[in-house]
């Protein structure tokens, strides 16, 4: 079945029809735009939404991110950016697939319906023009022949008159001859012009309108073709992206099961730990036996630990140290707070906090070392192969950045090895104060006997010669502990050496850069890793000096 032959009498309905499908293709041109607006109004509305959310540098917020339920928010948010890019994608890909090739096709469409139109057009007034001719022949011939008739009549008339000359007679017969002969040839005409209306309607009806008609067909068939590729780029467009999207929702699922509370609290822990000990109780003062106030310090302050929250904050001390701060609007010298000054060895710190700002600052001063170390050894490489190969430049233009890195390597050695003396420093007083309440009964009674009868060194060492030590006391009592724990503890991975450690204090082990050691016990926090050796000699060593690897 096709159009030439079944709808050969329905010109108008398919002039209709084709002008219907070009219409509906433009409708929905339209529609896809306006889904592609929303797409990107609907992106754009999302990355304002994740950057109105995201932190800004050095914000609050950012320092807050080393906490897992913080960070997951910031995963979410960059997932949601990720997810607001696959939707502009899907808006940019219905765009140049659906709407630029469908609006393209459309304008071809337009331009071929038009000339298949045109050509039947055409048709159409050839033949009505040919008919024009066939109807005019048609009515000479009707008009000749009567006159024929009546020249006829007229002579037949003439003939039996008696009174009619015979010149009239013959004058009349003329003129019916003449008409006849006239009559006569408009009838053969009127016939070869019916002849070629016929033929040509017959080639109208049969040939050039079934012809245009199939090919509007064609054309309409082939649309209809196009604009249901359209519907279906409109939803692969979507479900190409799908897997992204996924992968972007599952981000968003994954950063919900990486939030780890407990870790949270550790992470904190870890952030503010002062180190300092809960203040002691009140002496009573009496008054009336004219003794002055006591203090109320620990006795490890005299083993030269660093300063406790009242010094640090530079409270009173005749006044007890609250937790909660007290707001008011009036500021008395009590409680206006002196902040201590920033020193380079992070002394104004807590212990936790200066152990952990020390192994920062020796990573830092590591990684700059070793760029230093290999910046060194590539221009020693660099000035063999100048004299070796002098036209390839001269060795002694290299002096000046060779001597300048040399420089730089003995001055980051020396803050190395000064950072190194004050981190070895900062751990021996926090393993006093971690201690501490650890301590045997005797122990502390000694040290409590040291402290009223003999002067201490600021480093907590003692100032004359001979006299015990008590931190010496202290960690013979950890000796003890660990010769009983030495035949059971079995070792829970290696740890292998990026810096020499000297290690100097009590409880430490010396180690080598390079050398393999065993971990016995993991950093619990307070910066030290209890390692190790073949030969059975365990000790602490700084957990930023070494590499870690545990066994699973």
């Known amino acids: 079945m096709d159009w030439g032959t079944d709808l050969w009498d329905q010109y108008d309905i398919i002039d209709k029809h084709t002008q219907s499908g070009l219409e509906l293709v433009e409708k929905y041109v339209k529609f896809v735009k306006e889904r592609t607006e929303i797409e990107q109004n609907y992106a754009k509305q999302l990355r304002n939404l994740t950057k109105k959310y995201n932190p800004k540098r050095g914000c609050k917020e950012e320092q807050e991110c080393r906490f897992s339920n913080h960070q ?3 995963d979410i948010l960059n997932e949601m950016n990720d997810y607001a890019g696959q939707r502009e994608l899907i808006a940019e890909n219905m765009m140049m697939n659906i709407c630029i090739e469908l609006t393209k096709y459309l304008q071809e469409l337009k331009m071929e319906r038009k000339t298949h139109l045109s050509e039947a057009k055409k048709s159409q007034q050839s033949l009505e023009s040919t008919y024009k001719q066939l109807d005019s022949s048609k009515k000479r011939f009707e008009r000749e022949w009567r006159e024929a008739d009546k020249a006829a009549q007229y002579a037949e008339k003439t003939d039996q008159d008696i009174n009619a000359t015979k010149a009239d007679v013959e004058k009349a017969k003329q003129q019916a001859n003449m008409r006849t002969h006239i009559a006569e040839e408009c009838k053969n005409d009127y016939a070869a012009q019916l002849q070629k209306y016929n033929k040509e309607q017959s080639q109208f009806y049969f040939s050039d309108m079934p012809l245009i008609f199939n090919k509007l067909q064609d054309m309409d068939e082939r649309r209809v073709r196009k604009l249901a590729q359209g519907y279906v780029l409109f939803s692969d467009t979507e479900r190409h992206v799908m897997p992204i999207i996924g992968k972007c929702l599952e981000g968003v699922t994954k950063a919900g099961t990486n939030v780890n509370e407990r870790n949270d609290s550790i992470a904190l822990i870890e952030q503010y730990k002062s180190g300092f000990e809960r203040p002691g109780d009140l002496d009573f003062e009496d008054y009336s036996q004219g003794i002055n106030r ?7 302050g005299t083993l030269g630990t660093p300063k406790g929250p009242l010094e640090l904050l530079g409270k009173n001390r005749s ?3 609250w937790l909660f701060s007290k707001k008011s609007k009036r500021l008395t010298p009590e409680r206006i707070i002196v902040m201590p000054t920033v020193t380079e060895d992070f002394g104004h710190l807590p212990p936790e906090q200066r152990r952990k700002r020390l192994q920062q600052k020796l990573h830092d001063i590591g990684k700059e070392l070793q760029k230093e170390v290999d910046q060194s050894e ?9 004299e070796k190969n002098p036209q ?10 060779i001597n300048q890195t040399a420089q730089n390597m003995e001055r980051l050695r020396l803050e190395l090895s000064k950072y190194e003396s004050w981190l070895t420093e900062a751990g021996r007083r926090g393993d006093l104060m971690l201690k501490r309440d650890t301590l045997p009964e005797d122990a502390l009674s000694y040290r409590s006997h040291s402290n009223n009868n003999e002067p201490y060194s600021p480093d907590g060492t003692h100032s004359e010669e001979g006299t015990p030590d008590p931190s010496q006391a202290i960690y013979a009592e950890f000796d003890d502990d660990f010769e009983e724990e030495e035949e059971l503890v ?6 292998t050496a990026m810096y020499n450690f000297p290690g100097a204090s009590e409880g430490t082990i010396t180690m080598q850069e390079g050398e393999v050691l065993s971990v016995v016990e993991e950093d619990k926090g307070d910066g030290w890793t209890r390692v190790r050796r073949a030969n059975g000699n365990e000790g602490y060593i700084p957990t930023s000096y070494v590499s870690i690897s545990l066994s699973k």
Do not use: N
């Not at 390839?392 to 290299?398: E, I, N, Q, R």
């Not at 079995?490 to 740890?495: E, H």
């Open 319 to 321: 006044k007890p140290f």
């Open 378 to 386: 590539a221009l020693e490489k660099m000035k063999d192969v100048y």
């Open 294 to 300: 006591a203090s109320s310090d620990s006795s490890l």
């Open 392 to 401: 390839m430049g001269d060795p002694a233009s290299l002096s000046p950045q």
């Open 72 to 74: 997951s928010f910031l």
């Open 490 to 495: 079995a070792p829970i991975g290696q740890c």
